[in-house]
C-alpha cells in the first residue's frame, strides 16, 4: 500500500499562512482523514505537540521520506467554525482553482494587529462627607486641580476619564496622588467597534400576503424537517422580497441560529440596513469594504461569540465565522458582482450552498429577474422555485415605451433625449413628481453600430458583437477574428456608423439646457467616491432636494423611490451589444430593474427606453416586464451556442511580461486541452475549445493577457481539464507567466 501524505497548517494567523508542512498519514488515519480536519502534529526538534489543519492530502512526498514526521491523531471535539472554514477554503481551490493559501486568505478572517477599544472612567470612593474634607484640605494646601476634580466628584460617583484629562484639564499625575490617597480608583473596559450608527429607529413590520406567507411556511417547513435546499423567490419589483426574508430570518433566530444577507452593491448596504436594523436591534451588524480594519475584526469576534446573530454585506459577509448558521440569503441574486474577478474566482452562489451544506443550513436566493443559471436550475428541480406576481403597495407597473432612436435621427432629432422623453420630463416637472434618467453604460466596450438602422458589427463565428481597437480594426475576444472597421454601414449603406459617446456629466448639461432651474443629483464613479457619499445622494433625492437622480446602473438597483413616476433609459443597447454571450440576459436584468423603479408609490408611473434595437426580445420583453418569455428566447440562444446554464464554461487566463512568451503559452495549453478531445467519441465528450485569442484589453501594465474557453456540459469534467493544466503548468515551471482559470465567468476578459 502507498504512503498517504497530508499538508498542515500550523496556524492559521492571517499573516503566517505562508506555507504548509507535510506530515505522513498513519495507516490507521487513512480512511477517515480529510481535508479541513483539526490534527495534532508532532512540531519543531521538540515535537512539541500542537493542532494544525489539513489543506491537502496525496501520494507524492515533498521532502526526505525518511525525516517527514507522522500525524499524531485527529482532535476528537466537536467541528469548530475554523474546520469548517478550513473545509470550505480546500472546497474552493478544488472547484474554482488556485493556491491552498489563497483559498485561505478568502475565507479566513483578517488577524491584524487591532487594539479593541478601550473605556476607561474614574470612580468615587470615598464618601460625599470624606471628599468634602478632602477638598478643603487641597484648597489650603493651594492643590487646585485636586480641589477641583473632588468638587466634580461630589456631584457625581463616576466620570469618563477623557472628560477629566480633556474638559477639566486634570493631568495623570493628579488623577494617580487621589488613587494613592483612596479616593477615586480608576476602571477600564473593552468593547468592540460597532460600524451600525443608527438612532431613533423603531420596529417595523408588514403584514404578509398569502403568497408571502406560503413562502415562509415552505422554506421554514422544510428546514424543520430536516430538508435544507435551495429556493428561488421570482418576484418583481415591489413585491416584497424583503420582508419574506426578514420573516425566514426571525424563525431561525428563534430556533437558535444565525443568518447572513448578501447584498450585490455598498450602495444597498445602508437602506437594507435600516430595515433590517428596526426588525432585529442590535443583533444585526454590516461587513463591507467601507470597515476600517478594525471594525472588521471586531465583527468577526462578535459573531464569534454570539453577540450578534444577522450579518449584511456583499459576498465577502459570506465568510463570517459564525458557528451556527442556520440560513443564507442572497438578494438580487443575478447580479455579476456575486462572482469574485479576483483568485480563487468564486461564485457566492454555489460557495454559500457550501457553506450550508458544512453547516445544515437552508439558502434562499431572490431577483425581480433570476439570472439564467438559477432559474434553469429551478425549471430541472435543483432549487424550489417560488413566484411573488403583484406590488405590495397596491401600485402597477408603470406604462412602458420604446423608442426608436434610428426614427427620431430620421425627423431631425439628435438630442440625447427623444422627444416622448422630453414631453414626459416637461409633464412630471410641473408637477412636482420626481425622474431619475439612468445611462446604461455596463461593460461599455467600444462596439461599433449604424445609428442609421441599428446594425451592430458582429463576429461571424461567435455571434457577438466586435469591439473597436486602435488602428481601425474590428476584434472578437472570443475567437480572434479581426476584419477592418467599415467606412459605411454594410447592411443600409449609411455614413452613419460609430460608437456611442456620452456620459453622466454631459448628460446633466444638456438637461439644464432644456430645462433651466432644474434640480439635478448626479450619482456615478466621480460622486461616489467618498464613504458615505451614496448614503447623501439618495438621502438627499429622498428628501426631494432634487427633481431628477441621473445615474448609471447603482441607481437602478433595489432603490425605492415613491415620488419617483419617470425612468428614462438612455441608450439601452450599451449593454446590448457588449461583446459577450451574456449581453441579452443583462440588458434585459438592467432594463427591467431600471423600469420598475417607476410608480412605486400611489402615483402611477411611467418609463421611456431609448433604443436603437426596438425589436430586439430583451428591450420588447424589459418593456412588458415579461421574465419568463425573456428567458424562452435566451435559453434556445444557449442551447444552441451550447452557453452555460446548459453547459459549462472555463476561461483559462495567460498573463506575460513577453507577448510572444504569452502566446505560446496559450496555444501549448489549449493544445493539451485539444488532445484530450480525441481520448473519446467526439458524441460523449462532447468538449470543445475556442480560441486562444488576445484578451478584450490585450496589456495592461505592460502585462500581455490572453485566454481560450473550454466548452462542457459537466463542470467536474472542466474541473478534472484544470487539474490536468495547473499540473502542466508546474511542470513547465512557467515563472515569467502565470495562469488563472474562471469557470462560466461573468465577463470576458
Not at 164 to 181: D, M, P, Y
Not at 188 to 210: C, F, Q
Amino acid at each position: 500500500m502507498k504512503e498517504q501524505y497530508a499538508d498542515i497548517i500550523v496556524d492559521i494567523s492571517h499573516e503566517k499562512l505562508d506555507r504548509p508542512f507535510q506530515y505522513r498519514v498513519p495507516e490507521r488515519l487513512r480512511d477517515v482523514l480529510e481535508v479541513g480536519m483539526c490534527v495534532t502534529v508532532p512540531f519543531g526538534n521538540g515535537n512539541k505537540l500542537i493542532k494544525g489543519y489539513v489543506t491537502a492530502l496525496g501520494e507524492q512526498c515533498k521532502f526526505d521520506p525518511a525525516k517527514t514526521k507522522d500525524i499524531a491523531g485527529i482532535v476528537q471535539k466537536g467541528v469548530s467554525v475554523e474546520d469548517k472554514m478550513i473545509a470550505l477554503a480546500g472546497w474552493i481551490r478544488k472547484s474554482y482553482g488556485s493556491t491552498m493559501i489563497q483559498a485561505l486568505k478568502t475565507v479566513l478572517p483578517a488577524k491584524q494587529s487591532v487594539k479593541q477599544l478601550e473605556h476607561k472612567r474614574l470612580e468615587r470612593r470615598m464618601n460625599p462627607e470624606e471628599i468634602r474634607s478632602l477638598s478643603g484640605e487641597c484648597e489650603r494646601k493651594h492643590q487646585t486641580a485636586k480641589a477641583r476634580l473632588l468638587r466634580e466628584f461630589l456631584e457625581q460617583e463616576t466620570i469618563p476619564k477623557e472628560w477629566v484629562t480633556g474638559k477639566l484639564g486634570i493631568s495623570t499625575s493628579t488623577i494617580r496622588s487621589l488613587e494613592q490617597a483612596g479616593a477615586i480608583r480608576e476602571v477600564s473596559e473593552t468593547s468592540y467597534r460597532n460600524p451600525v450608527k443608527l438612532t431613533n429607529v423603531a420596529e417595523h413590520r408588514n403584514t404578509l400576503s398569502d403568497a408571502q406567507r406560503q413562502i415562509v411556511e415552505a422554506v421554514i417547513g422544510d428546514f424543520d424537517e430536516g430538508k435544507k435546499g435551495t429556493f428561488l423567490i421570482h418576484g418583481i419589483t415591489g413585491s416584497g422580497k424583503t420582508e419574506v426574508y426578514m420573516q425566514l430570518i426571525e424563525e431561525i433566530l428563534s430556533r437558535g441560529k444565525q443568518a447572513i444577507v448578501l447584498i450585490p452593491e455598498i450602495a444597498l448596504t445602508y437602506q437594507t440596513l435600516l430595515r433590517f436594523y428596526r426588525r432585529f436591534g442590535d443583533r444585526v451588524s454590516v461587513m463591507n469594504s467601507t470597515l476600517s480594519p478594525g471594525e472588521k475584526y471586531d465583527q468577526c469576534e462578535r459573531a464569534k461569540k454570539g453577540e450578534i446573530d444577522v450579518i449584511i454585506g456583499p459576498r465577502s459577509a459570506l465568510f463570517t465565522p459564525f458557528p451556527n448558521i442556520g440560513l443564507i440569503v442572497i438578494d438580487e441574486e443575478h447580479e455579476s458582482s456575486y462572482k469574485s474577478e479576483a483568485t480563487p474566482k468564486y461564485h457566492a452562489r454555489e460557495t454559500a450552498m457550501e457553506v450550508a451544506r458544512l453547516h445544515g443550513a437552508s439558502v434562499v436566493l431572490g431577483s425581480a429577474t433570476p439570472s439564467l443559471e438559477a432559474y434553469y436550475r429551478a425549471r430541472q428541480g435543483e432549487y424550489r422555485l417560488f413566484t411573488l406576481k403583484e406590488r405590495l403597495t397596491g401600485g402597477t407597473l408603470p406604462a412602458v415605451s420604446i423608442v426608436d432612436l434610428r426614427q427620431e435621427l430620421k425627423e431631425g432629432n439628435r438630442s440625447i433625449f427623444s422627444r416622448k422623453l422630453q414631453e414626459l420630463l416637461a409633464d412630471k416637472l410641473s408637477k412636482g413628481e420626481q425622474s431619475m434618467l439612468f445611462l446604461n453604460r455596463r461593460g461599455y466596450a467600444g462596439f461599433i453600430s449604424c445609428r442609421s438602422c441599428g446594425e451592430v458589427m458582429k463576429c461571424p463565428h461567435c455571434d457577438v458583437s466586435l469591439s473597436e481597437h486602435h488602428g481601425g480594426h474590428l476584434l472578437c475576444h472570443y475567437c480572434g477574428y479581426s476584419e477592418p472597421k467599415p467606412a459605411l454601414c454594410p447592411k443600409c449603406g449609411s455614413k452613419y456608423i460609430s460608437g456611442f459617446r456620452a456620459g453622466t456629466q454631459q448628460i446633466e448639461e444638456k438637461l439644464r439646457e432644456l430645462f433651466p432651474g432644474v434640480r439635478t443629483l448626479r450619482m456615478d464613479a466621480d460622486t461616489t467616491r467618498t464613504r458615505d457619499s451614496y448614503e447623501k445622494i439618495l438621502s438627499a433625492f429622498a428628501n426631494g432636494e432634487a427633481d431628477v437622480l441621473i445615474g448609471t446602473q447603482m441607481i437602478v438597483k433595489g432603490h425605492d423611490f415613491p415620488k419617483v413616476t419617470l425612468v428614462g433609459v438612455l441608450a439601452a443597447d450599451l449593454s446590448l451589444s457588449v461583446g459577450d454571450y451574456r449581453a441579452g440576459e443583462r440588458t434585459f436584468q438592467l432594463l427591467t430593474q431600471a423600469v420598475g423603479r417607476a410608480g412605486r408609490g400611489t402615483l402611477p408611473g411611467e418609463a421611456v427606453i431609448q433604443t436603437y434595437q426596438p425589436e430586439h426580445y430583451a428591450v420588447v420583453h424589459a418593456a412588458s416586464q415579461s421574465y419568463e418569455e425573456f428567458y424562452e428566447e435566451e435559453i434556445i440562444y444557449r442551447e444552441m451556442m451550447e452557453y452555460p446554464p446548459v453547459s459549462h464554461m472555463l476561461a483559462v487566463q495567460i498573463f506575460a511580461k513577453e507577448e510572444q512568451n504569452g502566446k505560446q503559452l496559450a496555444e501549448r495549453l489549449s493544445a493539451v486541452v485539444k488532445s484530450m478531445m480525441g481520448q473519446h467519441e467526439a458524441a460523449v465528450e462532447k468538449l470543445q475549445v475556442i480560441g486562444p485569442a488576445p484578451a478584450s484589453i490585450a496589456k495592461i501594465n505592460d502585462i500581455f493577457r490572453f485566454v481560450f474557453y473550454v466548452k462542457h456540459p459537466k463542470y467536474d469534467r472542466l474541473v478534472q481539464i484544470k487539474d490536468v493544466l495547473e499540473e502542466k503548468c508546474a511542470m513547465m515551471q512557467t515563472g515569467a507567466e502565470s495562469v488563472q482559470f474562471d469557470f462560466d465567468p461573468m465577463n470576458t476578459m
